[in-house]
């Protein structure tokens, strides 16, 4: 069982903490119905300082189950984006702040959305660490908090377990990127798929990241990584990348799979699949020209290992891309 928590304050935007609740509540059926289990996976709470209704200022009232300082141990703690100028929920959140360093020091992730990194920052998690808000606040944030390292360019950042998204429309990216490591890719991808793939960026296409999920130190594996990405267009064998590396081919793939968490071979076609989507999204190469530019030449082989990865063929993914791409007419040509 995985809980999470959303605070609720007047200036929150209740997308930010629907859409996170949604998806991960989708997520939670599917990871039980694959175990045969009726048993919930994930436990969503809201929580306030005290527990009184909450009407927000978009007019929606919504009721904590519970006040701060009952919060349960978390595995993840939602700050839900503020409606305009965070100013006064900033000033309103002083008596509660030090409950998020607890929940830090308690090694809880916590997820700002949006302006609501201020709060983070205020509570002195941020300092010296990187962090994104919302692009309209982006001068006021780096006036009021020089101490942070603010990344305009990115709509998510990553240090430690301090997560900040730019908008609603990115926590999403940041869900499927935490049911992936709570419930595997195969859940993550029907989670996708299910919340519009089409517009989706992936974690690592989106986040800033100060030390990587997964990173590791492992000098030879790291320029096994490099030449794979390098040779990606090629017809390429493990025992190639083995013998450029010179180490055979059972060390290559023990120490592939302990610095990464993933096969060589695991790896290899996840790279692929990501270049492939990226070429299916944004241009006209078919089916077969996408193949051969991430390296397979048998195109049958290439659609089944794309759906395998993505749920649908790389057709329907096209279709479904086009479907939602605001570009201009001509633009893809």
């Known amino acids: 069982m995985h809980t999470v928590a959303a605070v609720l304050y007047p200036s929150a935007l209740a997308t930010s903490i629907t859409l996170p609740m949604e998806i991960l509540q989708a997520a939670s059926q599917m990871a039980a119905a694959a175990a045969h289990q009726r048993k919930p996976r994930v436990k969503f709470l809201l929580a306030a300082p005290d527990v009184k209704a909450v009407k927000l200022a978009t007019g929606i009232t919504l009721k904590p189950d519970l006040a701060l300082q009952d919060l349960p141990p978390l595995d993840l703690l939602i700050l839900p984006a503020i409606w305009r100028n965070p100013s006064a929920t900033i000033r309103a959140a002083g008596g509660w ?39 309209n606040y982006f001068e006021q944030f780096a ?31 940041l869900m499927v990127h935490i049911i992936e490591q709570w419930f595997g890719s195969e859940i993550a991808k029907a989670i996708e798929n299910q919340f519009s793939p089409e517009i989706r960026q992936s974690f690592q296409g989106a986040a800033y990241q100060s030390e990587p999920e997964g990173s590791h130190h492992d000098e030879t594996v790291l320029e096994g990584q490099k030449w794979l990405q390098d040779h990606l267009a090629e017809p390429i064998s493990l025992a190639q990348l083995a013998k450029f590396l010179g180490i055979s081919s059972r060390s290559l793939n023990r120490r592939f799979t302990h610095a990464t968490g993933y096969s060589p071979q695991a790896y290899l076609q996840s790279q692929r699949i990501v270049t492939a989507r990226d070429l299916l999204r944004a241009s006209n190469l078919s089916v077969s020209e996408v193949a051969w530019q991430v390296g397979l030449r048998d195109v049958s082989y290439f659609s089944k290992l794309f759906r395998r990865h993505c749920g649908v063929t790389p057709i329907a993914y096209r279709r479904a891309v086009r479907g939602k791409l605001f570009t201009p007419k001509g633009a893809l040509d």
């Open 97 to 135: 702040l030090h409950y998020l360093s607890k929940l830090a020091m308690a090694e809880t992730r916590i997820c700002s959305v949006g302006t609501a990194s201020a709060l983070l920052a205020e509570a002195g998690l941020l300092h010296g660490k990187p962090a994104t808000t919302h692009w």
């Open 143 to 173: 006036n009021r908090y020089p101490d942070v390292d603010l990344k305009p360019r990115h709509l998510i950042t990553q240090s430690e377990g301090i997560y900040c998204v730019g908008s609603v429309n990115s926590i999403a990216d």
